[in-house]
């Protein structure tokens, strides 16, 4: 394993020490918590947004703390969901009595250690409440399942919700078009390469020279999938035949698009397969309200990549539209 | 078959010495079903239990298993810090004599079973830590014996190699996820068999 490390049991303090060191304007870390916020929290009479997760994922989920954004962000170990001590850390912090809201991704860890700190706070009189995101559509849906997972469709979550909680929205709102959102949004992905997990100093799942992994998530687990490599275009098709149907999109539909690199993708590729995402959506007479490439939602160093499609009427246009601060996500 | 503060604690430093000592074992199983942190996460989180029960003063197992869970809840993460986390609250609280006979022992387990089941909303058959806890429990409240909870625990958790995951991150893969043995059952294996060494041996 090769890595630019020093004790891989040092690896999320120090990366959010430096974190915080890049944006010392912008963001503070809770003093012996791994939990990041916005440096001038609470913010008075604001809904306060919060999400988080394992680590390995950056920028996400410390870089869209921000105004217009998440007011704090909870990291794990990599790829491991954070203690309940540490969420209700967050919520303390954010708290300005407006409420608070947690964004969850949808893995069986994450779920139980979010609602394990709103029950913690309830118990304090915080009014706390959740969205649970699950927008990987590689994943079958069903009751009886685990459902799908949370992946890179999140980073619109936050972005449309932190826009209505800075208008002054109630929790009810806010919680709502998260919710709205969630529903509204779907990904799918692929790797060439596999990541390796400080620790372990392994890789998750193998592929030959001439294979791909489809429907990965984003934790190096293994896809739904291994097939013989294909190319750009081909992936693309693949990607977006399982994409399209989930969204039920007509002519006059509007989406908004993210090519998300999974850490270590060059942008030169992502954009050869925005091209084919594009010329997709044109031939289907389907409209792109804004298109967003690039790394936002990673693990670690895998090769690869995931197509994200949010449908956007006119409230989500205009809440994607508004000022951002956070410092992976300007606008 | 008693269980008093000096057993649990001699219970709980021995599932900390298995959990080490198979670190890479339980990593290696989670790799292949899961995200390949489970031998990683509970051994960070069991050698803090170790180091926080050692030499310090409990008046109950109860009082043992309280700071065991708490310990647990806040430094293992994912998904097992909140199941065994859980799993040694709801012990905790199920019993509170300074020692527990077989009765209460497993009235103990079936109260951690609950709690595990209504945290994780798993069943039995969905290739999770269920699968090894419910048969336990079965067992243990026609009699408690520490020579069958070994047994039932390690045929429980061998048999999970077998069944397809719907719950939990291996129930990604559908299909792929058989031929391996669940993570958290192995784990729970290691749970039961250090009890059972731990209550033979104070006898």
């Known amino acids: ?66 105004h217009g954004m998440l007011d704090a962000a909870v990291a794990g170990e990599v790829f491991t969901s954070p203690t309940p001590d540490q969420v209700f850390e967050a919520i303390k912090a954010v708290d300005s009595g407006a409420g608070v809201l947690l964004v969850i991704k949808n893995y069986t860890g994450d779920v ?26 590689a994943v ?42 969630i529903h509204n949004v779907k990904t799918m992905g692929m790797a060439l390469k596999p990541c390796i997990m400080p620790a372990s100093g392994e890789p998750g799942f193998e592929l030959a020279e001439d294979e791909m992994e489809i429907g990965i998530g984003i934790h190096g687990e293994p896809g739904s999938e291994t097939k013989k490599m294909a190319s750009a275009n081909e992936i693309v098709d693949e990607l977006m035949e399982h994409v399209l149907p989930e969204l039920e999109l007509s002519g006059s539909d509007e989406v908004a698009v ?19 995402v594009q010329e997709q959506l044109s031939e289907k007479g389907i409209g792109v309200h804004e298109t967003f490439v690039g790394d936002y939602m990673t693990a670690l160093e895998m090769a690869g990549f995931s197509i994200t499609l949010l449908k956007v009427d006119d409230e989500l246009k205009k809440l994607l539209d508004a000022p951002s601060k956070a410092p992976a996500f300007l606008k | 078959m008693n269980l008093d503060v000096q057993t649990t604690i001699a219970w709980i430093q021995k599932l900390n010495d298995k959990i080490q000592s198979n670190k890479d074992h339980l990593t290696s199983l989670d790799r292949a079903i899961g995200d390949g942190d489970h031998g990683i996460n509970m051994a960070r989180g069991f050698q803090e239990v170790s180091k926080v029960i050692e030499g310090a003063e409990f008046s109950s197992p109860s009082d043992v298993l309280k700071k065991v869970a708490t310990t647990v809840m806040s430094k293992v993460g994912g998904a097992s810090g909140p199941l065994y986390g859980t799993a040694f609250l709801k012990m905790s609280m199920a019993n509170k ?68 995951a719907t719950k939990g991150r291996a129930a990604y893969l559908k299909d792929r996820s058989i031929g391996h043995l669940d993570p958290g059952s192995v784990s729970s294996f290691y749970l039961f068999e250090a009890m059972a060494e731990a209550l033979e041996e104070s006898e």
């Open chain 1, 1 to 66: 394993m090769k890595k630019l490390i020093n004790d891989p049991n040092d690896i999320v303090t120090e990366m959010l020490d430096g974190f915080v060191a890049a944006y010392p304007n912008a963001v503070r870390r809770v003093p012996d918590t791994t939990v990041i916020v916005r440096k001038d929290s609470p913010v008075e009479n604001k809904v306060g947004l919060i999400s988080g997760g394992g680590s390995g994922h950056e920028p996400a989920h410390a870089g869209f703390v921000g």
């Open chain 1, 112 to 137: 139980m250690n979010f609602e394990m700190a709103a029950e913690l706070a309830e118990a304090e009189g915080i009014k706390v409440d959740h969205v649970v995101v699950n927008d990987d559509v």
């Open chain 1, 140 to 181: 079958e849906d069903s009751s009886f399942t685990t459902g799908r997972r949370g992946v890179a469709g999140t980073v619109f979550v936050h972005k449309i919700a932190g826009a209505l909680a800075a208008e002054g929205a109630s929790l009810e709102e806010v919680k709502a078009v998260a919710e709205k959102v």
């Open chain 1, 258 to 276: 993210m090519v998300n690199g999974m850490g270590a993708t060059p942008a030169m590729e992502l954009y050869v397969l925005n091209k084919r």
């Open chain 2, 97 to 164: 004599e300074e020692t527990v006979d077989g009765d209460g022992l497993a009235g103990m387990l079936e109260e951690a079973l609950a709690g595990i089941k209504q945290r994780g909303k798993a069943e039995k058959g969905e290739k999770t830590m269920v699968d090894v806890w419910e048969p336990v429990v079965e067992a243990m409240n026609e009699e408690f014996d520490s020579g069958r909870l070994r047994e039932v625990a390690q045929s429980s958790m061998e048999a999970t190699e077998e069944l397809k």
